[in-house]
């Protein structure tokens, strides 16, 4: 066993920090994702009408905030329909109030 240490250790150090980082980075992705709100479709409704709706909660560019918007829900036409459930990249804080979440277009 002290051979298997004395010739591996370096590696087995890595795995088992390697191992830790993901564990607490895969948490912090879940409270990510709950922090967004859910936004369900009315009829008449499209990407844009919703950005524009929702801009005293957003202080993005309609066009990015869409952008933000067919990424994350995977729209590729940008075609939405009566019913669908859109999560925006708004955060709903503690008081009841919304702020803009961090956006990040360019991954």
């Known amino acids: ?3 298997i240490w ?11 920090v390697t191992f830790i980082f993901s564990i607490l980075f895969a948490g912090q992705l879940k409270s990510v994702e709950k922090e967004y709100i859910t936004v369900t479709v ?3 409704d499209s990407l844009w009408v919703l950005a524009e709706e929702l801009a005293d909660t957003h202080n993005q ?6 952008a933000w918007i067919e990424k994350e829900n995977r729209i ?3 075609r939405i329909y009566a019913g669908d459930e859109l999560v925006v990249p708004i955060v709903q804080t503690e008081d009841g109030s919304t702020e803009l979440a961090g956006l990040d277009l360019y991954e």
């Open 42 to 44: 009315k009829e008449g």
């Open 61 to 66: 560019p309609v066009n990015e905030f869409v």
């Open 6 to 16: 004395n010739n591996y250790s370096y590696a087995l150090i890595l795995i088992a």
């Open 76 to 78: 590729s036409d940008g």
């Open 1 to 3: 066993m002290k051979k």
